[in-house]
């Protein structure tokens, strides 16, 4: 008897509870997924909420002073948050009522956001800016061009100079084709050296696949081109090298290393394949001397891989008209470069980044590298198919089947575009 | 009349007087503990498992309905084991993982943390506390930071591998070698994927199944055995101070060896701490995720995959929360049986109740 009340009282009890929850937690209702989220316009001066994923203080800042020139010329104010988990941050947030207006987002996620309606629709209303034309396909997902790219990046090929003349090799021997590097590769290889070290993962091996033409997704990312002659042919490349021993994944050196950069400092690598991220192997290893040349050219002509992020405004915001203004701020040449000189970014439009070339002739590879550059797969449901994938390649050094890794890709990324 | 004023109106003749309303005093008072639990323990769950039968985005609040929080059923459920894909196959691989983590974790932390309350409860010891302090010590350090040294200790160039150099072992490249422990074996007698193995399960082969605990595994498996015994250790030696020195005295005098001692009467003593420190440790380590989040998020091949933390990357990387949080069901599931079958070992005979029966008792108790 005294059971049965308890319980009942409990039950009184766990009842109140669920009520006040739920309550709690009602409202905030649903607006469409993906498709046509309508423009909002607030009026008057708004609070504009910013989320970036910074590469440190210089960024920070330099971000910070940008938006406040902007705030300050339209009488809005916007305030800058540097997330610590930038992807966990924005999925939190994309969940309650008022996600930040504006935010980083990487091209490979773009499909992602886009699919679970996140995203608001904007490129075509900034596309004036006259972006470089692979940042636009790389941010354009399902037909629709979604945000504006906000700077780029390519990969190129870094030679440790020193090394370079210890092996008696001149500026005329800086390989142009597979052959040449792998003949200079060689020549490279001594002892604790190894010719050329990568990272272990797509992003770099990625761009043997480009330089064999073609991509482990159709152009139009509509179907899996993984098991295709020219994607065989650049992770066989690879392995030759490594077979021969004259290239290793960052984390087959030793000692290990935890990227390219580190790799060249240390002097276990006599090249690396990087991006323009690399001058900050100067800052950990000062006595660094390297120069940056294109990468060399496959049978199917030059080929690199492009990183880039953009401004995504949030399908939630109710200030769609305010965060467009202040991107097309942002996009201006001469605030590019100010991103650019701050913390070595490349600008996102043709004429900022003929402006960035003429500034840092050092760099010219990287900016040559986005007239050939292929992006990031940005479709939904990819993060995972590429994870497994870059885990089974990053074993390609104990040997295995890199064919059987491609089918196993194929298959993976058919079922993802599947949905 | 109400079935609630029936319910109490017996209850108040038979206490009577002041007694009576002692009841609802006592509900009153404990009112605002249930309340907060409630708020911030039960109704998530229960919220959990509503997001874990939709097809949440993270797009808004998944309790509303419409277009980006449909409800599915047991659809995520049922994906996890039917639908042939990356998901399951990550989601299977996880599990062996965690399997040969959890069965080389528990006995090896249980064992360890034993013997070290053992040594350090001996009367002849001197300094106990500066051991105790020293056996206690990984488990209040920070596991993030110890999972990072690790990684110094471990990598190519480690401290292990100059160690292991200086006696001319051939050490592994512990991190990036995702061979299994199992498949090592099975090489040193000439077994290599054979015909038996190729069967399909859940769709692992059999051969993949068998694979055992990779080599970066083993490395996260001893980190954390060494780490956490130095909790249970604590636990062990609670337990050991309170055997009554007469049961020693008495056994002592009936002429045991130690080993007898201690399997035949000290073992049996602490058995209530035995059973909390294997419960425990089943538990946490079917629940890995921090060691994990920091060395190497499942590389390498996916050898360090654990369902926690594969439910985390398909919630907040890949926006599936509704599969995310089906995996975190599961995995509870695994628990809660893992733990029936644990008590029901180390319960006498006599006292033996059937396994499922008693499972309501066994949760309100």
């Known amino acids: 008897m005294t059971a049965h009340s308890n319980r009942k009282i409990m039950s009184v009890a766990l009842g109140a509870t669920v009520a006040v929850g739920l309550t709690a937690c009602g409202g905030g209702g649903f607006s469409g997924s993906g498709d046509a989220a309508p423009q909002n316009t607030a009026k008057g001066p708004v609070n504009l909420t910013m989320i970036i994923g910074s590469s440190g203080d210089a960024e920070t800042n330099a971000v910070k002073a940008a938006t406040a020139a902007w705030a300050t010329k339209t009488g809005n104010t916007v305030e800058v948050v540097a997330a610590a988990n930038l992807s966990q941050q924005l999925g939190q947030a994309f969940a309650s009522t008022k996600p930040p207006d504006i935010f980083y987002t990487d091209a490979a996620q773009i499909g992602t956001f886009a699919k679970a309606g996140n995203l608001f629709a904007y490129g075509d209303q900034v596309k004036d800016a006259g972006f470089l034309p692979a940042l636009v396909k790389t941010f354009t997902y399902d037909n629709k061009f979604w945000c504006a790219p906000k700077d780029y990046s390519t990969l190129a090929l870094e030679i440790n100079t020193d090394l370079w003349a210890k092996a008696g090799l001149t500026d005329a021997d800086v390989p142009k084709t597979w052959e040449e590097l792998e003949a200079v590769a060689k020549k490279l290889t001594t002892g604790k050296v190894t010719g050329l070290v990568i990272g272990n993962d797509i992003n770099r091996s990625g761009a043997f696949i480009k330089q064999a033409g073609g991509w482990v997704v159709s152009e139009d990312g509509t179907k899996m081109t993984a098991t295709s002659e020219p994607a065989k042919a650049g992770l066989a490349e690879v392995q030759k090298l490594m077979k021969a021993g004259v290239l290793k994944f960052n984390t087959d050196t030793s000692p290990s290393t935890g990227w390219g950069g580190e790799a060249l400092g240390k002097g276990v690598a006599a090249m690396t394949i990087e991006g323009n991220w690399i001058s900050g192997a100067k800052k950990d290893f000062p006595n660094l001397k390297y120069k940056v040349v294109e990468l060399p050219a496959g049978p199917a002509g030059k080929g690199t891989l492009l990183f880039s992020n953009c401004w995504g405004i949030a399908a939630k915001s109710p200030n769609h008209d305010q965060t467009i203004d202040l991107v097309k701020s942002l996009l201006a040449t001469d605030q590019q470069m100010k991103f650019a000189d701050a913390f070595g970014v490349m600008p996102s439009t043709e004429e900022g980044a003929k402006a960035f070339a003429e500034k840092y002739p050092d760099s010219a590879a990287f900016v040559k590298g986005g007239d050939y550059a292929q992006g990031p797969v940005n479709l939904p449901g990819f993060n995972d198919v590429l994870a497994k994938f870059n885990s089974q390649l990053a074993t390609l050094g104990k040997g295995g089947d890199p064919n059987a890794w491609l089918a196993e890709l194929q298959k993976n990324g058919t079922a993802a575009i599947g949905g | ?365």
């Open chain 2, 1 to 365: 009349m109400t079935p609630s004023q029936q319910t109490s109106a017996p209850r108040q003749k038979r206490g009577g007087g002041i007694r009576g309303r002692e009841g609802i005093a006592g509900w009153l008072f404990v009112s605002p503990l249930v309340l907060i639990l409630g708020i911030f323990l039960v109704i998530p769950i229960f919220m959990a498992l509503y997001v874990s039968l939709t097809n949440w985005q993270g797009n808004g609040s998944p309790f509303t309905g419409g277009e980006g929080a449909q409800f599915v059923g047991a659809r995520n459920y049922l994906d996890l084991f039917t639908r042939d894909g990356l998901t399951r196959s990550n989601f299977m691989q996880s599990i062996g993982n965690t399997f040969y983590y959890v069965l080389l974790v528990v006995p090896l932390q249980t064992i360890l943390a034993l013997s070290l309350a053992l040594l350090v409860n001996n009367k002849m010891l001197k300094a106990k506390s500066f051991f105790r302090t020293a056996f206690y010590f990984p488990s209040v350090t920070s596991s993030i930071a110890i999972a990072t040294v690790f990684l110094f200790l471990f990598s190519n160039s480690g401290a292990v591998n100059a160690f292991l150099g200086f006696f001319g072992i051939d050490a592994p490249q512990w991190f990036s070698d995702s061979r299994g422990l199992l498949h090592i074996m099975f090489g040193w007698v000439g077994v290599d994927n054979p015909a038996w193995a190729q069967g399909d399960i859940l769709g692992r082969s059999v051969w993949d199944w068998l694979s055992g605990p990779s080599v970066a595994m083993c490395v996260i498996i001893f980190l954390v055995v060494w780490t956490t015994s130095g909790t249970f250790m604590l636990m062990f030696i609670a337990a050991l101070q309170d055997v009554p020195v007469e049961v020693e005295e008495a056994a002592a005098l009936d002429g045991t060896s130690q080993w007898q001692k201690l399997r035949l009467v000290t073992v049996p003593m602490i058995k209530p701490a035995l059973f909390l420190v294997i419960t425990l440790g089943l538990i946490g380590t079917w629940q890995v995720f921090d060691q994990i989040y920091v060395m190497g998020k499942g590389a390498p091949a996916g050898t360090t995959l654990s369902p926690a933390f594969l439910s985390y990357q398909q919630s907040f990387e890949n926006f599936q929360y509704g599969s995310g949080a089906a995996m975190a069901f599961i995995i509870f599931v695994i628990i809660v049986v893992l733990t029936r079958i644990q008590r029901r070992v180390l319960t006498d005979k006599d006292e033996r109740t059937p396994l499922f029966r008693s499972l309501r008792r066994g949760g309100r108790s």
